[in-house]
């Protein structure tokens, strides 16, 4: 059974920092892109950050120079660094996993990614 379980999500300060930890089991997602998404309320889920099977990264324009995407293969794990958070960050965070083997597409559709987690709440306070 696939799995991908987000942590690390809480309640911080504005200006404060987070850091989101998305755990695979179930099959290894090193040759795939790996990202992260966001669904604030009433809102559609968009893309902040991904990563491709080879390390190389982007960023929604939104979060670009304060968020930081990584992964550990060996863990199978994916990371979310989250730096200088504001207000407007606040939502719930999802993991997310697709795309093809070895794939450089920067891919940030929802539709792209066929493995999801269940989502981690961030909610940051002014």
């Known amino acids: 059974q696939v799995q991908l379980v987000e942590s690390g999500g809480g309640l911080v300060q504005a200006g404060g920092s987070l850091r989101l930890t998305c755990a695979a089991s179930?099959?290894?997602?090193?040759?795939?892109?790996m990202g992260w998404f966001r669904q604030a309320p009433g809102k559609e889920r968009e893309f902040v950050a991904g990563?491709?099977?080879?390390?190389?990264?982007y960023y929604a324009d939104s979060v670009k120079g304060r968020f930081t995407i990584s992964r550990d293969n060996a863990k199978n794990t994916v990371y979310l660094q989250m730096n200088s958070l504001n207000p407007e960050d606040t939502a719930v965070y999802y993991c997310?996993?697709?795309?093809?083997?070895?794939?450089?597409?920067?891919?940030?559709?929802?539709?792209?990614?066929?493995?999801w987690g269940q989502g981690t709440q961030v909610t940051v306070s002014s």
């Open positions: 179930g099959r290894t997602f090193s040759t795939y892109v």
């Open positions: 990563i491709i099977w080879n390390g190389g990264t």
């Open positions: 997310a996993a697709g795309g093809s083997p070895y794939s450089s597409a920067l891919r940030k559709r929802t539709a792209d990614f066929g493995f």
